[in-house]
């Protein structure tokens, strides 16, 4: 079943009033008529089961039939930094970290990434809205992962006092430490956390020394060396299993 | 550096000879020369760093500097069978579970496929096991994955006992098993598991019948729904955090 995801003000005395987009994809692409059935989520996580009563050139009209509450979202809200690199590469990784219940998504551009901030074109965001949408829905998600603007890694740390536990994926760690990783997720539950994945060639030495003065905690992912592709599906599988099986 | 992987014939006297499609990706691809240095593997995952000391019409022949026994490889032996789709799905997910570590893959045709063996080229087979090299390469793996021939599931079913654990990925398991995954990866140390992954529309009520009456665990993979190219990752990723961190 179509499903789409609203704001709570879009929810006025029992009735979901869509717009926009939504509205656009339910008239035009779907072709929905009165008492067609849809599935809508707010931003509490709520399922509701509606029927259409009404479409006119401004909105749909729902009626919520039924109103459910699923349990399908990870009990922590990982956010993935990931290098800035390709866009076909970004996108891949950001449909499968929205299936796999990430919250929240933002490009990076570190030292040794292939592509640099000024070369992103606002119209990216969009794109990847979209994905996040499509994703979210096939996935049966009830809540969208936000895609946040291309930054640079210094403005990242900067402002990484919005996060509980800082972490970063790190290929060249010592023995010793390998495994931080399988020891911290268990503190995962009910924190925000954001996780940093460098670009294709690596973290350079600075920013590495960079990370770990300012509390970054370093995670190996095993003896194999993953691609940037890789690495953010290994640790989002891993929380997932850690935390939900 | 430059990675080989040869069979154990190939190793004599303390010499390596390279022939075949290695022979031309060094001569006529890489363009080596004498004393150039590269890295092979044996099939007993020993890494050897090698000099070139003879190029000729038939083969490179390479002195063995050092040899060294890296441990990048599972404690287990992961084979995933992935209902059969389009051939870029599925270079995809044998791209990525050759990172994570997986031993075997093979397409099996289901009744929801959308692709039928029929359709499948053998050229296709080359194609795959050049991909393996390459992420085996990438990936500083000693061992390469063995592809095999796209099998119907009822044959893979019959030849099953190969294997030592059965499983299969199952997105309607009901609550009150979701937890097998977690309790028997444990026992997957040393052992040959075999894992079905569902194409597209999933098993169908007859395939899961069939899977339970010969032994197949059933799996559960979270509360989401995984699409077919993020199933077997999850599963990869799962596997190696709980036996490598």
New interface residues.
Partial sequence: MQRYFIKNEQLKNDLIYIDGQDLHHIKNVMRMRLEDIVEVCDEEENLYICNIIEINKNNVVLNIQETLK????LPTSITIALGLTRSSKLEEVLR?IT???ASGFIPVEMKRSVVRIKDEKASKIDRMNMIVKEAAE????TKLLEVKEPVKLENLIANSSDYDILVYSYEDLKTDS??K??NIISTFKNKRVLVIVGPEGGFSPEEVDELNSKGFIAI????????L??AP??IM??I???L??
Same sequence: chains 1, 2.
């Fill in positions: 699923p349990n399908v979202e499968r299936e796999l219940g096939q996935s049966k998600r390998k495994n990783f399988k190996g992912l095993g003896p194999r060396i993953l691609r592709e890789t599906l290994y599988s891993a997932s299993y850690e939900e099986l």
